[in-house]
């Protein structure tokens, strides 16, 4: 017999009938029709049916032997399927391989769950099993997409002139807002590293060293809570360019995505991507990474009611607040304004006033309390049409914008109206350079102390320091903040004064960021970048709810990886050698 060499299995097609194969791979599914055999064979590039026929009775004995997830080496002519038995469902249902060899390379234990099957499993078992999971279809398509992806990130930034440049993992620890990972020196005792939680300074020196255009796909590490799209340790798409502003930084990046979802997907993302400031993002949709699927957009209400005799409005207002409303067009009852309620509350609110709209007027609880001219003016606002509600919340410009954005998130799910596959992205632009720390209420850096200000705000940074804006720009995909980037701060006097903003002195910023205020009086360009979570991305492109969904080996939301047991219990002669004692909190004796 002669042979070819190894053959994808999901690959073969009906032009290769009559040509022998030798195939390996994984038993998906056995069934035994009481003389012939059938299995699929299954490995990374898909699916194949292979026939044990007894007429060679050695691999039709071997077929018999065979069950899910054994290892598996079939040597045999590809044959068309008989008429009639064809699979529509498999890239290979028009053939068949007739195995006349058979070599068994590994048996398998029954799998904890259903390989050969999406079916629901708890999470913490397909982590503890993760090899097994990513033997199912969809996980192995998550990886196999976030490859593709990956690779026309890199060509694209390729073809325009970037320098894939890598920068270290161990670094000085600097602020970058969450904490540390610490990793102490053995070399000097009593010193540590940190794990860099992005490669912000040095892509910042690479500037200064002329390199001029950089990027790097790098893993960075941060110690904060858990969440869907959060993990310890993740991966980012980091670039920086000299000589740019903020026009040149968004033009190669909304090109980039464009060239990807195209490539990748086949998507087309029409560019230049929308833009809308922070401001106007938080006013119109409560937050700042929009979802723009669907409209829903919130309306400032409070100049309508600033005469009024309600109280819960008047008080509002009188203490600095806003009125903001939400018009729903829909079937929204009252088990729907109790939930949507519900939701507003747990942002802080109130509560939330409403309104319906019928073809004779307002129904409400509360219409009592408005006159003519204020519901008038109501509809006017907010073009109401019977069968509408319009919600409504009364309070500080934060609780009011945050409560509204998840009522309306709510109640697009709610009525159905996010347009599933689509894609919709948006810059936010201008956003504050400083903003209050709601733990501390210390000015602390919106983005990070190295934005730029713009140069019409520079007299507000000692006076008025929480009006000055950044140029500073994050882009968003249906909901979902991707990244964000900003024109840097080049000149070492004007980076003092915003780290003096900062409440950082001239000697800490000196013993801090002495090696980056040196490189900038050495003749730094203007320079600017951006960066953006890619496992967030491929989540996105892969329609997952999870960045867990898309990477090999994602921690739970404990920050454990169960397969391993990490973290784990160090041994004591290591502590010793870096000089490290482990305190462990006490444990809880019972009541």
Same mark, same amino acid.
């Given at each position: 017999m002669?042979?070819?060499?190894?053959?994808?299995?999901?690959?073969?097609?009906?032009?290769?009938?009559?040509?022998?194969?030798d195939?390996?791979?994984? $038993?998906?599914?056995?069934?035994?029709?009481?003389?012939?055999? &059938?299995?699929?064979?299954?490995?990374?590039?898909?699916?194949?049916? $292979?026939?044990?026929?007894?007429?060679?009775?050695?691999?039709?004995?071997?077929?018999?032997?065979?069950?899910?997830? !054994?290892?598996?080496?079939?040597?045999?002519?590809?044959?068309?399927?008989?008429?009639?038995?064809?699979?529509?469902?498999?890239?290979?249902?028009?053939?068949? $391989?007739?195995?006349?060899?058979?070599?068994?390379?590994?048996?398998?234990?029954?799998?904890? #769950?259903?390989?050969?099957?999406?079916?629901? %499993?708890? +999470?913490? =078992?397909?982590?503890?099993?993760?090899?097994?999971?990513?033997?199912?279809?969809?996980m192995?398509?998550?990886?196999?997409?976030?490859?593709r992806?990956?690779?026309?990130? @890199?060509?694209?930034?390729?073809?325009?002139?970037?320098?894939?440049?890598?920068?270290?993992?161990?670094?000085?620890?600097?602020?970058?807002?969450? @904490?540390?990972?610490? %990793?102490?020196?053995?070399?000097?005792?009593?010193?540590?590293?940190?794990?860099?939680?992005?490669?912000?300074?040095?892509k910042?020196?690479?500037?200064?060293?002329?390199?001029?255009?950089?990027f790097?796909?790098?893993?960075?590490?941060?110690?904060?809570?858990?969440?869907?799209?959060?993990?310890?340790?993740?991966?980012?798409?980091?670039?920086?360019?000299?000589? %740019?502003?903020e026009?040149?930084?968004?033009?190669?990046?909304?090109?980039?995505?464009?060239?990807? !979802?195209?490539? %990748?997907?086949?998507?087309?993302?029409?560019?230049?991507? *929308?833009?809308?400031?922070?401001?106007?993002?938080?006013?119109?949709?409560? =937050?700042?990474?929009?979802?723009?699927?669907?409209?829903?957009?919130?309306?400032?209400?409070?100049?309508?009611f600033?005469?009024?005799?309600f109280?819960?409005?008047?008080?509002?207002?009188?203490?600095?607040?806003?009125?903001?409303?939400?018009?729903?067009?829909?079937?929204?009852?009252?088990? +729907?304004?109790?939930?949507?309620?519900?939701?507003?509350?747990?942002?802080?609110?109130?509560?939330?006033? &409403?309104?319906?709209?019928?073809?004779?007027?307002?129904?409400?609880?509360?219409?009592? &309390?408005?006159?003519?001219?204020?519901?008038?003016?109501?509809?006017?606002?907010?073009h109401?049409?019977?069968?509408?509600?319009?919600?409504?919340?009364?309070?500080?410009?934060?609780?009011?914008?945050?409560s /509204?954005?998840?009522?309306?998130?709510?109640?697009? *799910?709610?009525?159905?109206?996010?347009?599933?596959?689509s #894609?919709?992205?948006? !810059?936010?632009?201008d #956003?504050? /350079?400083f903003?209050?720390s709601?733990?501390?209420g +210390?000015?602390?850096?919106?983005?990070?102390?190295?934005?730029?200000?713009?140069?019409?705000?520079?007299?507000?940074?000692?006076?008025?320091?929480?009006?000055?804006q950044?140029?500073?720009?994050?882009?968003?995909?249906?909901?979902?903040?991707?990244?964000?980037?900003?024109?840097?701060?080049?000149?070492?006097?004007?980076?003092?004064r915003?780290?003096?903003?900062?409440?950082?002195?001239?000697?800490?910023?000196?013993?801090? &960021?002495?090696?980056?205020?040196?490189?900038?009086?050495?003749?730094?360009?203007?320079?600017?970048?951006?960066?953006?979570?890619?496992d967030? =991305?491929?989540? /996105?492109?892969?329609?997952?709810?999870?960045?867990?969904?898309?990477?090999?080996?994602?921690?739970?939301?404990?920050?454990?990886?169960?397969?391993?047991?990490?973290?784990?219990?160090?041994?004591?002669?290591?502590?010793?050698?870096?000089?490290?004692? /482990?305190?462990r909190?006490?444990?809880?004796?019972?009541?």
């Amino acid at each position: 017999m002669s042979l070819t060499a190894r053959t994808p299995g999901g690959a073969i097609r009906a032009d290769q009938v009559g040509r022998d194969v030798d195939l390996y791979g994984w $038993v998906h599914r056995r069934r035994d029709l009481g003389g012939l055999i &059938f299995i699929d064979l299954r490995d990374r590039s898909g699916i194949v049916q $292979v026939k044990f026929d007894p007429v060679n009775a050695e691999a039709h004995a071997a077929g018999g032997e065979l069950r899910p997830e !054994w290892v598996i080496r079939v040597q045999g002519p590809v044959q068309r399927r008989p008429p009639g038995t064809e699979n529509k469902e498999l890239e290979t249902g028009e053939v068949e $391989v007739e195995a006349r060899t058979v070599t068994i390379l590994n048996r398998a234990q029954p799998p904890p #769950f259903a390989v050969n099957e999406d079916s629901p %499993v708890d +999470e913490q =078992v397909r982590l503890r099993y993760r090899y097994l999971d990513l033997r199912r279809a969809r996980m192995a398509r998550n990886l196999q997409l976030r490859h593709r992806l990956t690779k026309a990130i @890199r060509d694209f930034l390729d073809a325009e002139a970037f320098l894939e440049i890598e920068t270290p993992v161990l670094i000085r620890s600097t602020p970058e807002g969450a @904490r540390d990972f610490l %990793v102490p020196s053995r070399l000097k005792p009593g010193y540590v590293y940190a794990l860099a939680q992005s490669p912000q300074l040095y892509k910042q020196l690479l500037m200064v060293a002329g390199m001029d255009r950089y990027f790097q796909i790098v893993r960075c590490y941060r110690d904060e809570d858990q969440r869907a799209d959060r993990q310890p340790e993740f991966t980012q798409l980091d670039l920086e360019m000299s000589f %740019v502003n903020e026009d040149d930084v968004l033009d190669v990046v909304e090109r980039c995505f464009a060239h990807v !979802w195209q490539k %990748v997907l086949g998507v087309s993302v029409p560019t230049p991507i *929308r833009r809308i400031t922070h401001a106007q993002a938080m006013l119109r949709y409560g =937050v700042d990474k929009p979802d723009l699927r669907y409209g829903l957009e919130i309306e400032e209400l409070s100049s309508i009611f600033g005469k009024t005799q309600f109280k819960i409005f008047h008080q509002a207002l009188d203490a600095g607040g806003v009125v903001r409303g939400l018009r729903i067009a829909g079937a929204v009852g009252g088990k +729907e304004i109790e939930a949507l309620t519900e939701v507003a509350r747990a942002e802080g609110s109130k509560g939330l006033a &409403f309104w319906h709209r019928e073809a004779e007027g307002w129904r409400s609880p509360i219409a009592k &309390f408005f006159g003519e001219p204020e519901l008038a003016q109501l509809q006017e606002t907010t073009h109401a049409e019977p069968g509408d509600v319009v919600v409504a919340v009364a309070d500080q410009v934060e609780i009011a914008s945050a409560s /509204l954005g998840a009522v309306r998130k709510a109640a697009a *799910r709610m009525l159905g109206l996010v347009k599933e596959g689509s #894609f919709e992205f948006v !810059w936010v632009t201008d #956003f504050p /350079l400083f903003e209050r720390s709601k733990e501390t209420g +210390e000015i602390t850096a919106a983005h990070h102390p190295f934005t730029s200000p713009r140069p019409q705000d520079l007299q507000l940074l000692s006076s008025e320091p929480l009006k000055v804006q950044a140029r500073a720009y994050d882009l968003a995909l249906n909901g979902t903040e991707l990244g964000s980037g900003s024109i840097r701060i080049h000149d070492p006097e004007l980076q003092q004064r915003v780290f003096q903003g900062l409440g950082i002195s001239r000697e800490e910023a000196e013993q801090r &960021f002495g090696f980056l205020l040196t490189a900038f009086r050495y003749g730094a360009p203007p320079h600017g970048g951006f960066a953006y979570g890619l496992d967030r =991305v491929v989540m /996105l492109a892969a329609g997952q709810e999870t960045i867990r969904e898309v990477i090999a080996f994602p921690k739970n939301q404990q920050a454990e990886e169960l397969m391993t047991d990490a973290p784990a219990p160090a041994d004591a002669k290591q502590l010793r050698e870096v000089g490290l004692e /482990l305190l462990r909190p006490p444990l809880k004796r019972p009541q």
